[in-house]
């Protein structure tokens, strides 16, 4: 299988908790920031780093927009320069484009200038950490669409001992169960006689109130 390519514009800490992300994961990587004491710490991860202004048109043409998987336009410090990048991206021809953003307002625009994706990597944590720490059963968290989410859970007392089948926890929860974890270790639920223990914790996708409802 071919590795993807990507181009991340921007070695801030946002940027370079990503180059690291993406580089664990076998992919081809070009780096790009002006500061050059950014990019030398990135250099053992095999990335191609380059020093330039992504907000000329013929520094950002040089590196071939059309080629990469993606791009990601991390500069999030600037918008002016976040929103220039992903406009002249999409004109070059970026097949998707993901940039980051620090507050609300700066998605319409972003979105206007092409991006197909808005990051907003503080709040995202921040949410993640509320929802996680504030409620005793909840222990972790994935957004996938705002209030919905894959949400790590104990087995409420109600569905101890009782399987799948019997709880039909799509029609009275209005959630999906889709794994249960144990040390550590995530197993996918596919047989609907699955009991459920209270040693267990379980994933499940849907809306957060929903599950709220659930644990309560």
Known sequence: MKKKAFLIIGAGTFGRHLCRCMAAQGAELMVVDQNPARLEELLPLSVSAKIGDCTNPEVLRSFGVPDFDACFVCVGESFENSLVITDLLREQGARKIYSEAT???????????????????????AYRLAVSESWD????????NGDYGIFEIAAPAAWVGRDLRQLDIRGTCNLTVLAYKQEGKVYPILDPAYTFTADRHVLVMGHIED?????R
């Open 137 to 144: 059963s909840i222990f972790d968290y994935i957004s996938l």
């Open 103 to 125: 507050r609300d307002m700066q998605e319409k625009f972003l979105r206007l200038g092409g991006a197909d994706h808005v990051i907003f990597p503080e709040k995202d944590i």
């Open 211 to 215: 599950v709220r409802r659930t644990i």
